[in-house]
């Protein structure tokens, strides 16, 4: 259990109030300074040895296994959700005829490459229109049919956090023979997710969100049956026998094992990778069913004072618990967006909703701040 607001762990300035981890998480103390010694670091090459190309990379590839409840071979280290879905495009067919299901105004990272794939090879992407009550789930389902090939969809909606079951997506898109592929980037680092249980094929996230990390840096997670497809780009280090400095011209034909293949070159970035080390040892460190808990209490407070003001709040059955959606009255979204920010109360605004996104460093004091705010 997390016991109380960890706002000292960070580096928020008194009067601000920053409920936007959604947008993009501030950097733990520990994250900063990790940082910083890796920057240093690279004005003593010397020091580097062929080893550290090697060890922060499996160090996160482990973090991350624990995370998502696979196992480390499972993990590619990108640069973006992109770069991830790139690597799902490249290796999951879509023939013609068949069709992709992604969500109405889902992230664009996870769309374009699909209508791309798409029109390339006679497919077509399929929208699931937004729901007009609870969560995303339901309609999922009902567009996957025979002529499904991929489910690409987010666990949850990147602007409001209504949710998207899975295990029950996981199961229709078996009943059909079709892929799943997760942009967990709205919810890996604070909602728990099992790959064991809902079986994605690919699952890729950004770490600068929830995951606390810093940008630049992602991570891609292949299921089994998946890690001996192609790479979108063939850089040394994947290679077999790369850790061999001496003999890199000896060209191997084999790649390093499990989903190391589809790393990112020049993946041993030696000032990001050890913060995003820092940052995921402090997610494990905390919990994610804990940080859940914690985000929960205070997401379920704001809907409370939505609904005190008459503003409706996407419901906590209908979403995760550490992000929420509030629907503000129709004409007035830039009013309030100037308004608090000036008030340095700073949220999301997408389309007509307020986008309310806490952490540990936030308390009910936030809570407050934020509706005293509020017109």
């Known amino acids: 259990m997390i016991a109380g607001c960890q706002r000292d762990l960070f580096e928020i300035p008194a009067g601000v109030t920053y409920i936007n981890c959604a947008y993009m998480s501030p950097n733990l103390r520990a994250v900063r300074m990790a940082g910083e010694a890796a920057v240093a670091a690279k004005s003593r090459p010397w020091e580097i040895s062929a080893a550290d190309f090697f060890t922060d990379a499996d160090d996160a590839r482990a973090l991350v296994a624990r995370l998502v409840g ?53 497919a077509s992407v399929v929208t699931v229109p937004r729901p007009p009550s609870g969560g995303w789930t339901a309609s999922v389902v009902e567009a996957i049919d025979s002529r499904t090939a991929v489910v690409a969809v987010p666990n949850c909606h990147w ?17 059909v023979g079709a892929a799943l592929v997760v942009d967990a980037t709205q919810s890996l680092g604070a909602h728990p997710i099992d790959v064991t249980r809902c079986r994605p094929d690919f699952l890729v996230s950004a770490c600068y969100k929830w995951l606390l990390g810093p940008y630049s840096v992602g991570f891609l997670y292949a299921a089994p049956h998946r890690r001996d497809g192609r790479p979108l780009e063939h850089n040394w280090i994947t290679r077999a026998g ?24 020049e993946r041993s970035n030696f000032a990001l990778l050890p913060m995003a080390i820092a940052a995921l040892r402090q997610i494990l460190e905390w919990r994610v069913e804990d940080i859940a808990e914690y ?17 409706a709040a996407v419901p906590a059955a209908d979403r995760v618990a ?18 608090l920010a000036a008030a340095k109360v700073f949220v999301s605004v997408r389309s007509d909703s307020l ?8 308390d009910e004091a936030d809570v407050d701040r934020l509706f005293a705010v509020l017109p």
């Open 242 to 265: 790369s850790e061999d400095f001496a003999k890199l011209v000896d060209y191997q034909a084999g790649f390093q094992p499990g989903a190391t293949r589809y790393d990112v070159g």
């Open 322 to 339: 550490h992000l929420i959606g509030v629907r503000l009255p129709s004409g007035r979204v830039a009013e309030v967006a100037e308004r």
């Open 70 to 122: 696979g196992d480390a071979a499972g993990v590619a280290i990108v640069p973006s959700v992109s770069y991830g879905v790139g690597v799902a495009v490249a290796n999951l067919p879509t023939p013609p005829g068949s069709t992709v299901v992604v969500l109405a105004e889902q992230f664009p990272s996870h769309v374009y490459p699909w209508l791309e794939a798409a029109a390339e090879r006679g």
């Open 159 to 175: 602007t409001d956090g209504t949710l998207v079951d899975l295990l029950a997506v996981r199961e229709a898109a078996d009943a």
């Open 355 to 362: 986008r309310v996104a806490p952490h540990v460093f936030n």
């Open 295 to 311: 985000t929960g209490r205070l997401t379920r407070l704001v809907e409370e004072r939505a609904a005190e003001r008459g503003l």
